[in-house]
């Protein structure tokens, strides 16, 4: 295979893991969410004027796929929130090819809120800075940043973005 091959392979494979991970969100299938994660993983979604000043101040923090898990048994049992249906958009997915076995990428997300009572806004805007491996059971997230532009979370911020 040629190198612009592997290269056109490699994007797909990413792609769908990235549509994977928006398809388990957007479709409320929460619990093949941390399924997309290796168990020592990290996951958090930040503001983006912390995250350019270096305060350490996420919205949601987890680092492991155990804790991934329990915000779903949270979500399903005992958070209370209004529901909203989510559509995400991604774009400009970049990559770049640490070793064999490990990439790091980033796209552009929007999410749409449509609420209970039929109303549609953008919820939040951002981008996602990924680190991804290959396992036995392919590409799968070390690590996922979510840091949104929006100003301010417009509502409480239960599901994963």
């Known amino acids: ?20 991970y928006i398809a388990a969100l957007d479709s409320d299938r929460l619990e093949d969410w941390p399924k997309l994660f290796v168990e020592d993983c990290f996951y958090e979604i930040i503001p983006k004027e912390n995250d350019d000043e270096g305060f350490p101040a996420p919205v949601i923090y987890c680092d492991n796929a155990a804790m991934l898990r329990d915000r779903v048994i949270s979500l399903r049992n005992a958070n209370i929130y209004e529901k909203p249906t989510y559509r995400h958009f991604v774009s400009g ?9 490990n990439i ?3 796209s552009n997300y ?3 809120n449509t609420s209970q009572a039929g109303e549609t806004s953008i919820y939040q805007a951002g981008r996602y ?6 396992t036995a059971d392919g590409w799968r997230f070390k690590s996922k ?15 994963p973005i």
């Open 1 to 20: 295979m040629t190198p612009a091959m592997e290269n056109l392979l490699l994007r797909f494979e990413l792609i769908t893991l990235q549509d994977r």
């Open 129 to 134: 800075i990924d680190r991804v491996i290959r």
């Open 93 to 101: 997915l970049q990559f770049e090819k640490l070793d064999d076995d």
């Open 145 to 159: 940043r979510v840091v949104y532009d929006t100003s301010r979370v417009q509502t409480a911020l239960a599901i």
């Open 110 to 112: 929007v999410v749409i």
């Open 104 to 106: 790091l990428m980033t």
